[in-house]
């Protein structure tokens, strides 16, 4: 055990896991498993009513208190719900891909530390279920493992959209989990670890958020992004491809698709926790209190600070549209994953160079380098973003457009003119004259 701040503080690291006995192993897993359930069922709920809120609307209000048991209706219903199966699907992939996005969504969430040493009937324990020297990368494995289900069930689904869908959902991933990888180095060189209870004991001075808020800003986006989330919900487009990977999808087979993407947001808000927000630790001025780190408060701004991210997800679903592709893409490619790179760099730097220094000199040079970066991100984002770009001009010489040349008809680009359409079997007379007409 390491003691940080005050005596009452108890930060838990490796040695503190893999003693607990079985059945208090068993407890701490289903409450990972209920706390989940429960979490997805208000989100749900919140987000319609958050949504109805900025959008001067009333939201559920029907069923229980203020619709307070909607979410558990609407899982009801699903499950009830008789569970058709396409014709020429690929029946074992089609039945598997709920279960391979869901199964992972859940298992990441055993590495996320919710709080300090606790007494759980009689027992002192962490609020965590384990650990790992490597926790971080093995949530950003398993996130990489629950894509495979969207993957799986846009291909087995033997339908054009889906496959679109899923196509979308490929590249998304390889786009964005770059850039999120990248964030988690910046954080693995400042703390000297990969273990999350030790990110979090190694933020007892200084949460990270302060240190390395590009890393924050990066991984802020990245997550959306990792989620399926507006405005980045282009492996759904319902306007485009009527609901994406899951449109073949019903009843309960449905629900899991749905309990998965927000499983996910939880864990990607409460990862960010972990990384950037110090975890449990109280925020200031609350960490005053001696008694603000210990016992079971921790879990309390754990949670507190969980939710502040899963508002700022509905938040932009209310407010964004969805972004083109070509923006998403070249968000990706050409902002993030160059800026995670080099920012990655300068952390090295600073490091080495103020190795001889002081904490708070160090920390002070690396914050200000941050937010000349941070400036500099927001910058290239808006210019990637909202620039907007003249249209394509065709040259000249160019020869007439002909929509039947490769056999498909396909629209006009910017520039190109569609020609006249011409009656079959008629010859079109030209108009009256002006002196006929008007004899006539």
């Known amino acids: 055990m390491r003691e940080q701040t005050a005596a009452q503080t108890v930060f838990p690291d490796l040695d503190s896991f893999g003693t607990d006995a079985w059945w208090l192993v068993l407890v701490k897993a289903v409450a990972v498993f209920a706390f989940l359930v429960l979490t997805v069922l208000v989100a749900i709920l919140a987000e319609r009513k958050i949504m109805a809120r900025m959008q001067y609307r009333l939201g559920p209000n029907r069923v229980g208190w203020h619709g307070a048991l909607q979410s558990l209706a609407d899982g009801v219903k699903l499950a009830l719900k008789e569970g058709l199966t396409p014709f020429g699907v690929d029946k074992v992939l089609y039945l598997l891909a709920p279960v391979v996005s869901v199964v992972p969504a859940i298992m990441a969430f055993a590495v996320i530390p919710m709080g300090p040493e606790v007494s759980i009937f009689g027992h002192r324990t962490p609020l965590q279920l384990t650990d790992l020297p490597i926790g971080v990368l093995y949530v950003l494995a398993l996130a990489s493992i629950g894509v495979y289900g969207i993957v799986l069930a846009g291909w087995s689904s033997g339908s054009t959209y889906p496959l679109l869908g899923a196509l979308r959902s490929t590249a998304q991933v390889i786009s964005y989990e770059i850039a999120m990888g990248l964030t988690f180095a910046a954080v693995f060189l400042l703390s000297t670890t990969m273990s999350t209870s030790e990110i979090v004991s190694a933020q007892a001075h200084h949460w990270y958020i302060v240190l390395l808020l590009p ?85 309390l701004w754990f949670v507190i600070k969980m939710w502040s991210f899963l508002f700022v997800f509905f938040w932009l679903r209310t407010t964004l549209p969805r972004l083109r592709y070509d923006q998403f893409m070249g968000l990706g490619w050409k902002v993030l994953i160059p800026f995670a790179l080099g920012w990655v760099l300068v952390v090295a730097v600073i490091r080495e160079a103020t190795r001889s220094l002081s904490g708070w000199a160090s920390g002070s040079i690396l914050a200000g380098a941050g937010v000349v970066v941070t400036a500099t991100l927001l910058v290239a984002i808006s210019r990637e973003t909202i620039g907007r770009r003249p249209p394509p001009t065709l040259p000249p010489t160019q020869a007439p457009f002909d929509p039947m040349a490769g056999g498909f008809p396909v629209p006009p680009l910017p520039g190109q003119v569609l020609p006249t359409p011409k009656l079959s079997g008629t010859t079109a007379s030209p108009p009256p004259s002006e002196p006929e007409a008007s004899h006539a």
């Open 215 to 299: 890393s924050f800003a990066i991984y802020a986006i990245s997550m959306v992004g990792e989620t399926n989330r507006a405005p980045f919900d282009l492996p759904e487009a319902e306007g485009e491809l009527v609901g994406g990977f899951h449109t073949e999808y019903s009843s309960l087979k449905f629900a899991m698709f749905m309990l998965a993407e927000y499983i996910n947001m939880a864990t990607v808000s409460a990862l960010a926790t972990t990384l950037f927000l110090g975890g449990w630790q109280a925020p200031w001025p609350l960490s005053i209190w001696d008694g603000a780190n210990s016992g079971w408060w921790p879990l």
